[in-house]
């Protein structure tokens, strides 16, 4: 819920603002593409996976461990949004080395931050991040998994947010430690090997890939140097 909302007031102020609209609507066919036809995968079917088909593969193979973890509501919320932010990063550093940068590049051809450049990726690389398995399985044991989903909901609210151009006042990144937008356009920027947290900028500053700025690069993006199809399904002998 929380992420629709979130998704849903982006959208209404990026196309409210001239400037931010025109940026959007001066996208490549190719980059609408690729935004657009992973949009429905990551909105709708990842979590349909998620709560359904790997949640019912979970209970026939493991019914006795289905809601075995009971945690205080604090303790839920707090495993998502610390602990799988935490395996995150580290999931999000494996995707920039050589072996699976050609994939994870075509997330990296966003020019412009928009909302809806969140989902651009190949049709499959979702499935490459740690979410996807992690909340399934705990949404499975947890005894209660309302906060751990809640905090799952906001963790994607706020990934949409640092994917816009929207960056609201300094002190959640100061003082709540929030990985904002302008911290994650420095990591679309020509140099992105930095600032690779989801929720929070803490894991980036214990391992020295934090890289603090008060404006966004004047330039972002990389040049896939491929065609479409290729960046839809097989990205892997692109060009340099």
């Known amino acids: 819920m929380i992420s629709t909302i979130a998704f849903v007031l982006l959208m209404i102020l990026t196309l409210a603002s001239t400037s931010k609209r025109k940026e959007m609507l001066q996208k490549s066919f190719d980059h609408w593409v690729l935004d657009l036809v992973n949009l429905p995968i990551q909105g709708i079917l990842v979590p349909l996976l998620q709560t359904i088909f790997f949640y019912q593969i979970l209970n026939y193979l493991a019914p ?50 928009d909302v809806l450049g969140t989902s651009r990726n190949t049709i499959w690389t979702t499935f490459l991040i740690i979410y996807v398995w992690a909340n399934s399985l705990f949404i499975f044991l947890l005894k209660d998994p309302s906060f ?57 500053k214990l391992h020295g890939t934090y890289k603090k700025e008060d404006s966004a690069p004047l330039k972002l993006g990389i040049k896939l140097n491929q065609g479409l199809l290729r960046s839809l399904i097989y990205p892997f002998r692109s060009s340099k």
Do not use: T
């Not at 075995?68 to 494996?94: C, G, K, M, Q, V």
């Not at 905090?151 to 709540?176: E, I, M, N, Q, V």
């Open 64 to 113: 006795e461990f289905k809601g075995i973890l009971e945690l205080s509501p604090l303790l839920a919320f707090l495993l998502n949004f610390i602990l799988i932010d935490y395996l995150y990063y580290w999931n999000h550093r494996l995707l920039h080395l050589d072996g699976l940068w050609q994939m994870h590049k075509v997330h990296h051809s966003i020019e412009s931050m």
């Open 148 to 204: 751990y989903i809640l905090a799952a909901s906001l963790g994607a609210g706020l990934d949409l947010w640092k994917h816009s151009s929207f960056y609201g006042p300094s002190f959640l990144r100061d003082k709540l430690f929030l990985l904002n937008p302008i911290d994650h356009h420095w990591h679309h920027s020509s140099s992105p090997h930095l600032n690779f947290g989801a929720n929070l900028n803490i894991w980036d």
